[in-house]
Every structure is written in structure tokens, then in C-alpha cells.
């Protein structure tokens, strides 16, 4: 069972940047769709980025053109750039791929905070 464990959440400053990364235990060359959710203290669960096999991308609303996703085979590692980040982004951050079924990862959490 391939595994999936982000890391690269911690705290930051309004309008800072952060690069979170979801690392498999094995091949993502295999992976369907890969992506990221987040889920804020009292917000609803939100899909934030996604990525297709053929590295299309698309993005929430709330933060297309400041988050940009990718995905290195080569590394089997999915990563989340966060750039000009607000309050409002604090969540904790799941990644998630999709191979015969959806895997998670366990989460990181993403404080935005002065």
C-alpha cells in the first residue's frame, strides 16, 4: 500500500511563502489525479489544487495565481507552492492521489499569522 506524508506546513507571515510537499512511499507514476485539500478550524472542507497524470492544473478560486501544484515522477513527490499567503489560508493541508482508490496523506498544518 503506497503511503502518502506531507510535510513543509509551519508558520508564516502574511504574504509570505511556503512550499509543502507530498512524498509516496512508492511509484506516482501510476497516480491518476493527485491534489491538495484543506480544512480550516469552522470552513468547510476545500479543494484547493489539483493535477492530472498529464500535469494539467487547476485551482480554487480563492487562491489561483498565488499557489502553483506539480508533480516529480522522478521523485514521486507532489508539492504545493504558496506564495503572498493570508490569514485566510490557515488550514491544515491533505494531499490526496488517486491509483486504484484515493489515498490521503495525514495532513500539515499551515499557519498564516503576524
Known amino acids: 500500500q503506497v503511503q502518502l506524508v506531507e510535510s513543509g506546513g509551519g508558520l508564516v507571515e502574511p504574504g509570505g511563502s511556503l512550499r509543502l510537499s507530498c512524498a509516496a512511499s512508492?511509484?506516482?507514476?501510476?497516480?491518476?489525479?493527485m491534489g491538495w485539500w484543506r480544512q480550516a478550524p469552522g470552513k468547510p472542507r476545500e479543494l484547493v489544487a489539483t493535477i492530472t497524470r498529464a500535469g494539467m492544473s487547476s485551482y480554487a478560486d480563492s487562491v489561483d495565481g498565488r499557489f502553483a501544484i506539480s508533480r516529480d515522477n522522478a521523485k514521486n513527490t507532489a508539492y504545493l507552492q504558496m506564495y503572498r499567503l493570508k490569514p485566510e489560508d490557515t488550514a491544515i493541508y491533505f494531499c490526496?492521489?488517486?491509483?486504484?482508490?484515493?489515498?490521503w496523506g495525514r495532513g500539515t498544518q499551515v499557519t498564516v499569522a503576524s
Open positions: 490526496y492521489g488517486d491509483l486504484r482508490a484515493r489515498l
Open positions: 512508492g511509484s506516482i507514476s501510476g497516480f491518476g489525479d
